[in-house]
């Protein structure tokens, strides 16, 4: 995805993008590389858990990448494993439904699985891959509460001792433009950081009535709806900007205080498309975040301001990044193409890593960090007080999902 120009952006497009809008940016993916792709080494038999529509397209580039042989395929719906099965060429009895699906796929002779599921299932989905012996690859928010990302935590530790990769796909941070920001903000180039700023905007998510289970929110990320199930608005969407915080930052705030509310018509869902928080560190740095997600003509943002004593930079998820001012100033220039290019990267790196043996696996503590930052922001925010880390991490609060009446 470019940048976009449609006012009503919607996070169905921004999360699920199209099967041929994958396809046709894949030589832009191989385009924006700054080095010569390696040579193919081996094939690493992948499964893909979680089939809609951006496990779908995302498989399509892993097929893309020469690197994967497209194993086994798993979603809730038979007809939609079915679907991206054809679309792969996986074999109909490698293709698995329900909700213990996923286990059949693990146990369908893998080595690596992608795992593109709701965030309530990936810590129970990781978790489980990482005790078969499997390399992991995951997209975000890892978790929707405490005690998910507390697991995904001690899954991605069990998965670096037995020396294997476990990689949480972010774009933001592969980009050429935000590596150099990253990089001089870092070597001191805007002075001592004081303040910082990231925005979320995007358009809605359709939040249609109830149904007699949970099924019918299964589909078509409707349960980005869902709090317990989702992670908030705040943890779908507003994240990539978070993370890019956390990630220039290297670390995550002690405290959070804020309001939000939900102000799309006529909700079903508990998640709040309206957001305003201030974030504080350990050495007082103060983090403003705004987020919103309805069909007011936004035009769709994800950025990071970060602010020193000498100098201001600026990353992006559309748009131009750069460092304005300062020892260290860069005009920056476009961040392109990172929707499909960032994931394009990330599947070259986890192939690279996988085949060579590179287990650091350092996406994996700022993403649980990342998890955690936004389960603050929204528990502050609803709770309308100050909250710190340490008591949201004592009180170890489990998002509950009735799963009763759906097929086991």
């Known amino acids: 995805m470019n940048a976009p120009t449609n006012p009503e952006l919607s996070r169905r497009r921004f999360l699920g993008g199209a099967l041929a809008a994958a396809v046709s940016s894949l030589p832009a993916i191989a385009a924006d ?7 193919i080494s081996r094939k690493i038999k992948l499964g893909v858990i979680g089939n809609g529509g951006r496990g779908a397209w995302i498989a399509k580039l892993f097929q893309a990448h020469g690197g994967y042989e497209m194993w086994a395929v798993a979603d809730y719906f038979q007809e939609v494993a ?3 099965g054809d679309g792969l060429g996986v074999d109909r009895a490698r293709r698995f439904s329900t909700l213990s699906g996923y286990q059949r796929l693990l146990a369908s002779g893998i080595e690596a ?4 599921t709701p965030p309530f299932f990936i810590p129970e989905h990781v978790t489980a891959a990482v005790e078969a012996g499997l390399h992991v690859y995951m997209a975000k928010p890892v978790a929707a509460d405490v005690p998910g990302a507390l697991r995904i ?5 069990r998965a670096t001792r037995q020396q294997r990769c476990f990689l949480v796909d972010y774009q933001l941070p ?8 990253a990089a001089r903000i870092r070597d001191g180039g805007l002075g001592q950081i004081v303040r910082v700023v990231t925005t979320g905007h995007c358009g809605p998510q359709k939040d249609p009535p109830k149904t007699a289970n949970m099924e019918s ?17 705040l943890g779908n969407f507003d994240i990539h900007a978070i993370d890019a915080a956390l990630w220039v930052l290297g670390r995550r705030p002690v405290a959070a205080m804020g309001t939000s509310a939900i102000r799309r018509p006529k909700p079903h869902g508990d998640s709040r498309d309206v957001v305003a928080l201030i974030y504080e560190y350990a050495d007082g740095l103060i983090h403003q975040h705004a987020g919103q997600a309805l069909k007011n003509n936004n035009s769709g ?4 301001a970060i602010h020193g004593t000498e100098a201001n930079a600026f990353l992006t998820y559309w748009g131009k990044s750069f460092v304005r001012g300062g020892p260290k100033h860069f005009g920056g220039g476009a961040v392109e193409n990172l929707y499909a290019a960032g994931a394009g990267r990330n599947i070259a790196r986890f192939h690279r890593e996988v085949t060579s043996g590179e287990f650091a696996n350092e996406t994996c503590q700022r993403a649980v960090d990342g998890v955690l930052t936004c389960v603050l922001g929204y528990e502050a925010a609803a709770r309308r007080t100050r909250l710190t880390m340490e008591t949201l991490l004592k009180e170890n609060k489990r998002m509950e999902v009735d799963l009763r009446g759906l097929k086991s």
């Open 113 to 116: 699985v992608a795992v593109e």
């Open 174 to 181: 592969t980009d050429p433009v935000n590596l150099e920001v």
């Open 153 to 157: 935590e001690a899954a991605g530790r």
């Open 33 to 39: 590389s700054t080095a010569p792709a390696p040579a």
């Open 301 to 304: 943002e994800l950025s990071a």
């Open 82 to 84: 079915d679907k991206c």
């Open 217 to 233: 929110r299964l589909r078509e990320l409707i349960w980005v709806n869902d709090v317990a199930m989702g992670c908030d608005y």
